[in-house]
């Protein structure tokens, strides 16, 4: 078969038809001369021929490419496929020279192209060569990047400086041209100011900080130059300015003291672009990416550039306030995808709107001088709220404009900061009038933006300034008399159009059904059909774990307290939980178990055949994900702290602990297991354990990487080799306390550890004691709070434990309230045992930073080491 250059040509040019039958006869072509001797160095000859139209050897080369991904090391059964050695060799050295003759003939041609004034071709080639540096902005630092970084500043950073100057001379020639001639020029630009970005990426190379002023001094220009109306509306000018500012915002993150000098002027003149920027749509990403700037710059070491009065008052009035002000745009989304909206503006997104980053840009000024945009604010405010007076139906926007900057200026918690208004007055001066509205379909966005006053302040709001919303919101008992209608009205709003997988309705009703004194009746039905539904096709994954949660809070808030209302549950839950098991709904499987081992905590035995069978599918051989095991290892807790004795009868213990092997064959359930064997310890008479304390041993011991099991085990090696090593890095509230305890009785309480011939074990102990109680507070508290995931949630392969089902440890130290109080006053009472031992002991073995602490706890509680 012919595989000369000129064939080859022939088959890239025709692979790039869009035609099928020609494109997939050459494709045929190039994949049957692949398996042929010298197929490679033909390829790359015809890649690196000048003459060569460019759009073949770019074909040819993505070709090339792929080439050798598969056939360079192919698998071990697939050697025939390979490149041989001599061919290998000639590539080698071919491409090397290939490689460092491509950047001269990029340059090349940019430069005969901008002679010709061919602008569609060098738009073409700085596209490409666009697409080729971004890699430096998203890619990690290291010295093979900094290496291609420097080979592409050696060959491309003065020719694009020269391009950038050449075209920015074209443009001050032809300043009044129309848009049709400007538009290929500013898009130029563009080009080479993305570029200059992606080369500034990693540091500020030499290059451009020798050519600084020249840069700048152009980008400055093109900021603050005026065009005719046509070349301002038609967009590429702003897409440039946009550009501009994100590289002014990366020299003001990056390079700030080597920009410095240029700061103010461009401070100025951003500013002047943003107060006569208009609110069209075309020009939100320049105004976002100014508005950007400006932040970056008010929260800098040189705020004081930006901090005059007369510069303040124009900031907030002609920059801040114009971008907050809502717009027909955001209407048209609210009308068209509200959840969307709310997404974006509300709960806040990876999309940066005006309004968010107005009002980013008015914390930012406030950073440093609070007190003057407070006033300047709050007098903003004050005249909104006359205007809106005047005709409210028809000034809706100036009180959601209003309400806009004090939720924005909400002091963050922890923080000094005083509020923008009285908290309470404004509530129920503004707020109230709107959540009282009858027709809750008028005026829906400023709604919106009430309701989101009210969940940003409601800390501050006390409970006789939400009476008249809802009397007496406060606790379970409060809401009780309102339950059914809220609950209809919540499940009501599920049905409206767009709104059956709502994630803020599911959320309230989570929280409702987790607040409430609520029977099973109350909504465990409408759950299960809602549930049954998003079985059919799981694509909301935020909507369906609230959905769970409701589920959890419903059993825990109703069958805890009533156990006839589980029979009501298991009526109309268990025909769609077994539905996700049986058709492996495998997004819901680690849910559906949860709520399984709930019911098993909550129940009592004996239990139904519906649990037995259950319990049977636990033990099967391979669990498919990993992500169900730590929900399959909870509802192996819950049957083995509920029916041990049965499992014992039926023999079922032994393929407990096995499972437990199985479990450690995947790194990560290993951890898993010993929850699982700590379970048979806890809840299990001795005489049954000791049988099997051997397997249970040899599980433990395979996981230590010791391949032999032992009938007595020698504690001190377990001591040296796991315990002393491995208890500083405990987490958990209760395991470490658990382990400190034990740690601390161990070498109080034990006769043999305080032999002397054991003293170097007894000190390394202490010292891992002292390392786990140093750990900050934080770690000893248990987690509060409710569940709130954040609205961009996914499926993935990762266990989301319930909020309202999960699992609660209990606490089988609680007479200990103090585990470090325990620990020192244990030391301290051994000490005074045997006066003048263990001072040396501790002075050689244990760390010195764990001396200071130990020094430390002792003196908290009055205690001394003798």
């Known amino acids: 078969m012919d595989i000369r250059p000129e064939t080859l040509a022939t088959w890239s040019l025709r692979s790039l038809s869009p035609e099928p039958q020609p494109r997939r006869a050459a494709e045929a072509s190039l ?9 490679s160095t033909a390829l790359l000859q015809l890649v690196a021929a000048p003459a060569v139209d460019d759009q073949i050897r770019l074909a040819a080369v993505v070709y090339f490419k792929n080439h050798l991904r598969f056939r360079w090391a192919p698998y071990a059964y697939d050697t025939a496929s390979a490149i041989s050695a001599p061919e290998k060799e000639l590539i080698k050295t071919h491409l090397v020279a290939f490689m460092l003759n491509v950047p001269p003939r990029l340059v ?35 010295n093979a990047l900094r290496l291609d970084l420097k080979y592409c500043l050696d060959g491309f950073a003065a020719p694009l400086l020269e391009m950038f100057l050449n075209t920015s001379r074209l443009i001050s020639s032809n300043v009044t041209g129309p848009p049709e001639t400007l538009r290929p020029l500013f898009e130029s630009l563009r080009l080479c100011s993305e570029i200059f970005h992606s080369l500034n990426s990693i540091e500020l190379p ?42 002014l915002q990366l020299y003001m993150e990056k390079n700030e003291e080597d920009f410095k000098s240029c700061l103010g002027k461009f401070a100025l003149t951003v500013c002047q672009l943003l107060m006569t920027s208009g609110s069209s749509l075309s020009r939100d990403q320049l105004t976002v990416t100014a508005i950007k700037f400006r932040t970056t710059g008010s929260t800098s070491v040189h705020h004081t550039l930006f901090g005059s009065p007369n510069f303040l008052q124009g900031i907030c009035s002609s920059i801040i306030f114009p971008n907050i002000r809502l717009r027909e745009e955001d209407e048209e989304l609210f009308d068209v995808n509200y959840i969307e909206y709310i997404r974006r503006d509300v709960e806040g997104s990876d999309i940066d709107t005006r309004r968010r980053i107005a009002c980013e840009l ?23 709220l006359k205007l809106y007076a005047t005709n409210p139906i028809k000034n809706w926007k100036e009180k959601d404009s209003e309400i806009y900057p004090v939720v924005a200026l909400a002091p963050k918690a922890g923080s000094s900061a005083g509020y923008l208004v009285d908290v309470e007055s404004f509530f129920t001066s503004i707020i109230v009038s709107e959540l009282q509205e009858q027709d809750i379909n008028a005026s829906p966005m400023l709604k919106a933006g009430a309701l989101k006053f009210f969940t940003v302040f409601r800390e501050k709001i006390p409970k006789s300034a939400v009476i008249t919303l809802l009397p007496h919101l406060a606790s379970a008992s409060d809401i009780n008399p309102f339950l059914p209608l809220v609950m209809t009205n919540l ?16 959320k309230c009703i989570m929280r409702v059904l987790g607040r409430c004194n609520v029977s ?4 465990i039905d409408r759950l299960a059909r809602v549930l049954s539904e998003v079985c059919k096709n799981p694509r909301n994954p935020t909507f369906n774990h609230y959905l769970f949660e409701s589920i959890t809070a419903l059993i825990g808030m109703s069958c805890e307290k009533d156990q006839f209302l589980i029979c009501v549950f298991e009526s109309h839950s268990f025909p769609v939980l077994q539905k996700i098991l049986v058709d492996d709904v495998a997004e819901f499987w680690p849910y559906a178990l949860q709520i399984f081992a709930q019911l098993v905590d909550v129940s009592k035995p004996p239990f139904s055949d519906t649990y037995l069978q259950l319990f049977q599918l636990l033990l099967l051989p391979s669990w498919k994900r990993s992500a169900d095991a730590p929900a399959l290892v909870q509802l192996l807790q819950a049957y083995l702290q509920k029916i041990p004795n049965e499992l014992m009868t039926e023999g079922r213990l032994l393929e407990v602990i096995l499972r437990s092997r199985r479990l450690l064959l995947v790194s990560r359930t290993e951890e898993l297991e010993f929850y699982e064997l700590s379970t048979v310890v806890e809840n299990l008479p001795c005489e049954i354990i000791v049988p099997h304390l051997t397997n249970i041993w040899s599980v433990i011991f395979s996981l230590l990487k010791v391949r032999h099991v032992v009938k007595s085990v020698n504690s001190f090696m377990i001591l040296q080799a796991f315990w002393i090593p491995n208890l500083k890095l405990i987490s958990g509230a209760i395991e470490r306390k658990l382990a400190s305890v034990a740690a601390t009785r161990l070498i109080c309480e034990s006769s043999v550890l305080s032999d002397d011939t054991f003293s170097e074990l007894w000190g390394r102990m202490l010292d891992s004691i002292i390392s786990l109680l140093a750990q900050p507070e934080q770690y000893f508290e248990q987690e509060n709070g409710e569940p709130d995931l954040p609205e961009t949630l996914g499926y993935s392969a990762t266990f989301t434990r319930f909020h309202y089902g999960g699992k609660k440890e209990a606490d089988r130290l609680k007479e200990i309230w103090d585990p470090k109080g325990f620990f020192v006053t244990s030391i301290s009472r051994l000490s005074s045992s045997s ?4 001072g040396p002991v501790i002075h050689k073995y244990v760390d010195a930073t764990n001396q200071a602490a130990l020094l430390h706890l002792c003196t908290t509680y009055n205690c001394a080491i003798v």
Request: aromatic content about 10%.
């Open 491 to 506: 499940f009501s709003a599920l049905q409206l159009l767009e709104s059956q997988e709502n994630s803020y309705i599911m």
């Open 31 to 39: 994949s049957s001369s692949a398996e042929l001797p010298g197929f």
């Open 362 to 384: 008015l914390k930012g000024v406030a950073l440093n001088y609070r007190e003057q945009v407070t006033t300047i604010t709050s007098m903003q405010i004050h005249e909104m």
């Open 835 to 838: 006066p003048g031992r263990y």
């Open 520 to 523: 099973s009746k109350v909504g």
């Open 108 to 142: 090349d041609s940019l430069r005969r192209a901008a002679a010709a004034d061919d602008y569609h071709t060098v738009n073409g080639l700085l596209g490409a060569a666009t697409s080729l540096f971004s890699k430096f902005r998203i890619s990690f630092d290291n």
């Open 206 to 247: 030499e290059f451009f900080q020798d050519h600084m002023n020249e840069w700048m001094s152009e980008l400055l220009a093109f900021l603050g130059t005026s065009y005719s109306p046509a070349v301002e509306a038609e967009g590429t000018l702003d897409a440039l300015r946009a550009s501009i500012c994100e590289n």
